[in-house]
Each structure stands twice: as structure tokens, then as C-alpha cells.
């Protein structure tokens, strides 16, 4: 079974400050791992995922998020956060095995603050 | 023209109607989802569908039924809604495999009195 820990439920921020969503994953297996953006009245989009390879992705907007396997960890960063990057944040993850599906967790939302 | 479409918007019922809320997509994905999502609890399987021949339950599939009625389309349905399942309702669509991104609908705001 895999499942996933968004540490915090709210993370509010001042504008141009950095930010760190927490989110640990459990999985008997190698995993797929992902941050989706839901921006408010709208549907999750994917902001980033780790596949294999570098350890370290990063998406257009400034975020990147850094596999660690042994914390089975996968934080999402922002060195300097904009006042349109309050939004809902999700960590999933999947692999290869449970049908292919993704387990998402609580969410985190992000309040950024002028 | 968006990738995945969801209709209604949103939506209130009573308690004991039946209502379908359904889902089109142009990707070309094979695998589509319905997810519930309801404040702190994050998104939750309701049924996802690989084929249209191969429809599977998700984490809470009491009280709801779907159809794969083509690749295109899966309509999720509410036999007799029951107040606790007012939520907002994903669809979302993927290709093959789990490491493959799903795209998600805008969602549907369902209420039931």
C-alpha cells in the first residue's frame, strides 16, 4: 500500500518570502512522485513530478522539489513566493504496481500575504 | 477549448434524487477517475476506469454507480444523494501507467438539501 503526509495544513506567508511544503510518502515499492496546483474555482494541474534521474525537479514558475529516498521525502520549495502563488497545494504519488493509480494527500494550503 | 469538461458546474439536489454528473474528455487518455474532494480531506477515489470495458471501485464507492459510455466519456451517478455527499467532484483523465500526469476537470460543486 503507498500513502502520503502533507506535514502542514495551512502555510501562510508574507510576499517575496521563501516557503517549504512538507510531504512524506510510504510505499513497499519505487515510486512516481508529484505536486498539483489548485488555483481557487479550479481543477488540480501538475506542477511538478519526479520520475527518475536527478533527484532535484523544478517547474516553470520558480517552485522545485527535491526526492529523498531515504526520509521518503519530497518537499516543495520556493525561495521567493508571489501573491499568486496562494493556491491549494497537493503532494500524489504512484508507482507501477496498485493499478497505476496516484494517492493524493490532504492538501496544503498556501496563503500569501502582501 | 479545455482538455477535460465537466457538467454541470455545480448543482443542488434533495435527499433521495437521483443526478449524473458527467465528464468528456479530448486527450485521447484510455484511464479516467471521478475523485471527491471535501475540505481537509483531500481527493478520494470514488471509481476509475481503464478501458471502456473496465470499470474498478476506488476507496468510496458506496452510494455512487459509473458508466464508461466511450473512451471520451464516464459519467459518475448518485442512485439516491444523501447530504453527506455534498462535495466538490474531479474528473480526471490519464494515459497509461503511474507515472503518467492526470489532467483534471474544473469540477463540480454538488450540493444536496
Known amino acids: 500500500a503507498q500513502s502520503v503526509t502533507q506535514l502542514d495544513s495551512q502555510v501562510p506567508v508574507f510576499e517575496e518570502a521563501p516557503v517549504e511544503l512538507r510531504c512524506n510518502y510510504s510505499s513497499s515499492v519505487s515510486v512516481y512522485l508529484f505536486w498539483y496546483v489548485q488555483y481557487p474555482n479550479q481543477g488540480l494541474q501538475l506542477l511538478l513530478k519526479?520520475?527518475?534521474?536527478?533527484?532535484l525537479v523544478e517547474s516553470i514558475n520558480g517552485f522545485e522539489a527535491e526526492f529523498n529516498k531515504s526520509q521518503t521525502s519530497f518537499h516543495l520549495r520556493k525561495p521567493s513566493v508571489h501573491i499568486s502563488d496562494t493556491a491549494e497545494y497537493f503532494c500524489?504519488?504512484?508507482?507501477?504496481?496498485?493499478?497505476?493509480?496516484?494517492?493524493f494527500g490532504d492538501g496544503t494550503t498556501l496563503t500569501v500575504k502582501p | 477549448d479545455a482538455d477535460v469538461t465537466q457538467t454541470p458546474r455545480n448543482r443542488i439536489t434533495k435527499t433521495g434524487k437521483r443526478i449524473m454528473l458527467e465528464c468528456s474528455q479530448t486527450?485521447?487518455?484510455?484511464?479516467m477517475y471521478w475523485y471527491r474532494q471535501d475540505p481537509g480531506l483531500g481527493l478520494r477515489l470514488i471509481y476509475y476506469?481503464?478501458?471502456?470495458?473496465?470499470?474498478n471501485k476506488g476507496e468510496i464507492s458506496d452510494g455512487y454507480s459509473v458508466s464508461r459510455q466511450a473512451q471520451a466519456k464516464f459519467s459518475l451517478s448518485l442512485e439516491s444523494a444523501i447530504p453527506n455527499q455534498t462535495a466538490l467532484y474531479f474528473c480526471?483523465?490519464?494515459?497509461?501507467?503511474?507515472?503518467?500526469?492526470?489532467?483534471f476537470g474544473p469540477g463540480t460543486r454538488l450540493l444536496v438539501l
Open positions: 519526479y520520475l527518475s534521474g536527478s533527484t
Open positions: 476506469s481503464f478501458d471502456v470495458k473496465d470499470i
Open positions: 480526471a483523465t490519464s494515459d497509461k501507467g503511474g507515472l503518467e500526469t492526470q489532467y
Open positions: 500524489a504519488v504512484s508507482s507501477n504496481t496498485n493499478a497505476g493509480k496516484s494517492t
Open positions: 486527450k485521447g487518455h484510455d484511464r
